[in-house]
């Protein structure tokens, strides 16, 4: 008899889908509500309540604003991704898992469905974050430039890491405590071991002019991740991939 | 579909854990039956059925699922196979009407109004998240889902564990009509014997990854029975006659495996007939031999 492949999969992508939905609706109402936000603040700052402000901090304002109303609402798009993941505590139950074992649709094909689904979130995630991006800039009158292309690419890389590798950590220590102490611990040392090598220099600038300071570290980010620009796209696949298919192929050895 | 005789044919089936090992299990579910699959907690029962499903790799042995072997057909067979467990494995934020439309885009065969029809017969809100369910309501919306998709093989795994009585009755009719399809067969495991004893066709007992004893039901319960006698009939019942003893400080109860052969042999002791619990209860310790 002919083998026969395995089962359509549709209905495998509106399961990974339909939990998202409700944190999908929520952060984007939320992201959306901060450009709106930040629309406002920009019009009080031309002709309302905070032009009144003094100069030197109508000027700071000037300055500082920008990035935020840029990245922050961006960053909560591409954050979605992280619903797409909460599924996946539930799927290592061993109920869950004799489940898929009895549905007509090989494991690879399931792992897959979920790769998919998160990287399509992800991706509207980046493309809202762009749109933002590009809005603010107008609204800010900030060239929208391959700086905050990079930028934003990078806001996205660090997200894929976050959510992938938050919750491989929960499925190692199979403990939702453990997994944010040892991730705690990893972010930690990164942000550690890049500013110690910068810190005496950082603390001079930091006692003369505070601005300076953090000038510097944004000068640094920016370098980064305008170097780091053609390497993006492939590692948040990668990121997002690996996420997904350790910890399936960690829950098939433990099967084992 | 390969014609065939048996829903399930297991040989040999062997599978090494550190400090467990399910050890040779061959047992048959002919088509158009239900076998009562039963051992205590850590007996094997769930690492065979796992076995079934694909979940673990044996070491040695083959497994035949509707005539087919269930690692080259793997999706024919499971196409043709549902599974029903005692927790639901479903997210609980799904309605009946979501699992509907999900499952209508994992089987081929599924039948939506089938589907429908279980919901309105278990009385299930079809737009209720079915967290909300009692333990009997989504146990029913399982078995829902399972008996709508045209399925020849259930495979049943504690489902009826933690249940009511009404609710498992109610179980029991629903498989009842369905096996009156003889192409139809269920494997049942549980250690709730006495719905086994209502439904089943043929048992197979195993403990410690071991088979006691497999066969047709009313065949097992026919062939053994119980010696009730006082301590010094005891002293007089030959050891290998009997599978296991329990002393009691009045008495002693023996399990027998040839009821016929016992009754010629210790013509004046009391011999009854004995439920499949009891069954279970002394091959479990037939290796005391005595215990209490």
Redesign the interface.
Known sequence: MEKRKSAPIWGLFYREFYPTLKELVACYAVGIALCIVFYLIKLSMEIGNLANMSGGNLEMLKMTLPGYAIYLPGVLFMAEVNGSMSAFQFEMTPKFRCFTASIPVSEWKFVGVKFLTSASILVVGILAAFLNAAIMCSIYDVAFDKTIIANLLLCAVGVSIVCAGLYLFNYLFRSPMAAVIAYLVVMYGVVIGWMVPHFEEIEQLATENEMDAVSLILEDITDFSTAFLPFSVPCIIAVLWLGWVLCALLAKRREK | M?NYENAIEIKGLTKKYDGFTLDNISFNVPKGSIMGFIGQNGAGKTTT??AL?????FDSGSINMLG?DNR?????I??Q???V???????E??TAK?LS????????DWDKVTFEKYLDRFQLPARKKCGKFSKGMKMKLQIAAALSHNAKLL?M?EATTGLDPVVRNEILDIFREYLQNEERSILMSSHITSDLEKIADSVTFIDRGKLLLSGYKDDVLDTHAMIRCSKSDYAEIDKADFISARLTDFGAEVMVADREAAKKKYSGALIEKTTLEEIMLFYVNAAKKEWN
Do not use: V
């Open positions: 390969a059925i796992r499903l694909g979940i673990i790799r087919l080259e057909h793997e999706y024919e499971k196409e196979i549902a599974a467990f005692d927790e639901l494995p479903f997210q934020m799904f979501q439309i999900m499952m209508g885009g994992i089987y081929r495979i795994d």
